[in-house]
């Protein structure tokens, strides 16, 4: 995995040094975050920046990588939400049918 | 029975009636059911989808043809169209979000492809393929993540 001084340091425009400086505070953050696709997200993105500066990808090619590292995050997102519903409706089918089989049936 | 008891009963069907309510009414709170057609699908593109990136990568005596990249490329929108028939079919939007995903990713490869005009980086395929593999893996766990998959404890 690139630094993320060096990751920053490719970007050699001057007038571009406020997005410098939240890229590196985004790539700080993202490389300490307990999730693992946030996480692996602020890596890839460093070692993509490194690559396109030395050659290895062109300027598409990472644009078509960021877009992939995109939609992951998406797609991560839906799992997320597909978990939790799928929690609740165990927790709330499992509460119906435990308080009408066992509690309403003995106290009717 | 006394006034205690009763209040207490009353607010426990009421309780439950919203209960039942809401996991019989299909409430958009629940996710729909585990679906093996969707699951076989996702798996399906996962082969197709990383079958044609190898075929489509640079290596020792491949030759690019447009022909052959714009047949690809039919041939995969034709199977996610299907997919994604199936999916609206089921009336679950997190499915058809799940779908909707991988298959923004497909059309991007191949924009790129016709762009370029020549086979895949095998750089850029190198990293592009675990970000790949990943995001089908999220989608097919999704599936088996949903209730009364046949196959969970």
């Known amino acids: ?108 | 029975m006394h006034a205690p008891a009763r209040a207490l009963t009353h607010r426990l069907v009421f309780f439950l009636s919203v209960l039942f309510a809401l996991v019989t009414s299909g409430c958009a709170l629940f996710t729909s059911h585990y679906d093996a057609g969707a699951y076989q699908n996702f798996t399906n593109l996962k082969a197709f989808h990383l079958k044609f990136l190898e075929d489509q990568t640079a290596q020792e005596g491949a030759t690019y043809s447009e022909e052959r990249m714009t047949s690809a490329c039919d041939v995969g929108e034709l199977k996610f169209r299907e997919a994604d028939e199936y999916a609206r079919g089921k009336g679950d939007s997190l499915r058809i979000d799940a779908l909707d995903v991988l298959h923004n990713v497909f059309k991007d490869n191949c924009k790129l492809a016709r762009k370029q005009k020549k086979l895949f980086n095998p750089v850029y395929i190198n990293e592009l393929t675990p970000t790949l593999t990943r995001n089908y893996d999220l989608a097919i766990a999704g599936e088996l993540a949903r209730v009364k998959n046949p196959n969970s404890k």
């Open chain 1, 1 to 108: 995995m690139a630094s993320i001084s060096s990751a920053v340091n490719t970007i050699k425009d001057d007038s571009l040094a406020l997005v410098k400086d939240e890229l590196k505070s985004l790539l700080t953050q993202a490389k300490d975050d307990t999730i693992e696709e946030i996480r692996e997200t602020g890596e890839k993105i460093a070692t993509w920046l490194v690559m396109r500066a030395k050659g290895e990808l062109t300027d598409d090619e990472f644009q078509s990588l960021l877009y992939a590292r995109d939609q992951l995050l998406r797609q991560f997102k839906i799992k997320m939400e597909i978990d939790a519903r799928a929690r609740l409706e165990r927790i709330a089918v499992g509460l119906v049918n435990l308080v009408l089989d066992k509690i309403i049936g003995i106290a009717f």
